[in-house]
T-cell receptor, first 113, second 117 residues
Framework: RKEVEQDPGPFNVPEGATVAFNCTYSNSASQSFFWYRQDCRKEPKLLMSVYSSGNEDGRFTAQLNRASQYISLLIRDSKLSDSATYLCVVIPDYGGATNKLIFGTGTLLAVQP | GAVVSQHPSWVICKSGTSVKIECRSLDFQATTMFWYRQFPKQSLMLMATSNEGSKATYEQGVEKDKFLINHASLTLSTLTVTSAHPEDSSFYIC?????????????FGPGTRLTVL
């Protein structure tokens, strides 16, 4: 089983739509969770951290469900510029101090005009 | 914000040659840098953790004699792909953390696209 699993998509949505991505992780002791955005042939860029209480940044909302080992990202009022691959990222706990990032394969979002 | 650069941004080489990729932290000192590899339509895979002044820590399955990492200063880490072959063609990305080392935020370089003919 992969440490971080995502639906690869693609998700094709019209402008203005609301879209949700899900991600599951296997290491139950994981402590840190993130969503990154990666544009084609570019480096990943941090979109937002994910907390148990949930967090919102403008049109983006991230949620963490520790019991189900599940992370979600909700994008409201999609823009053309939101088209990208969204990467679910986890820092697993291997029992020592580490900040190794484990990336999911990413979910491709294509927002259509 | 913290800026990480990589050089070159792309390189094409013949099979059997060695290629060096540089990763620099431009406005901060990075005691720890990370090297990732990304094949098409796949996720970023951590190759190794590079610590200034000491040997790199390689992930399982990554050949340390093939992927030489040197972190000689607090602002520079290099990855040398020795005797490159077509299967080494990939997108290589470095990242760095601002001390203290065990912080969650990593700043990524723009990546180097390697094509081995």
């Amino acid at each position: 089983r992969k440490e971080v699993e995502q639906d690869p998509g693609p998700f094709n949505v019209p402008e203005g739509a609301t879209v949700a991505f899900n991600c599951t992780y296997s290491n139950s002791a994981s402590q840190s969770f993130f969503w990154y955005r990666q544009d084609c042939r570019k480096e990943p860029k941090l979109l937002m951290s994910v907390y148990s209480s949930g967090n919102e940044d403008g049109r983006f909302t991230a949620q963490l469900n520790r019991a189900s080992q599940y992370i979600s990202l909700l994008i409201r009022d999609s823009k053309l510029s939101d088209s990208a691959t969204y990467l679910c990222v986890v820092i697993p706990d291997y029992g020592g101090a580490t900040n190794k990032l484990i990336f999911g394969t990413g979910t491709l979002l294509a927002v259509q005009p | 914000g913290a800026v990480v650069s990589q050089h070159p941004s792309w390189v094409i080489c013949k099979s059997g040659t060695s290629v060096k990729i540089e990763c620099r932290s431009l406005d901060f000192q990075a005691t720890t840098m990370f090297w990732y590899r990304q094949f098409p339509k796949q996720s970023l895979m951590l190759m190794a953790t590079s610590n200034e002044g000491s040997k790199a820590t390689y992930e399982q399955g990554v050949e340390k004699d093939k992927f030489l990492i040197n972190h000689a200063s607090l602002t520079l880490s290099t990855l040398t792909v020795t005797s490159a072959h077509p299967e080494d063609s990939s997108f290589y990305i470095c990242s760095a953390t601002i001390p203290p080392a065990y912080t969650d935020t990593q700043y990524f370089g723009p990546g180097t696209r390697l094509t081995v003919l």
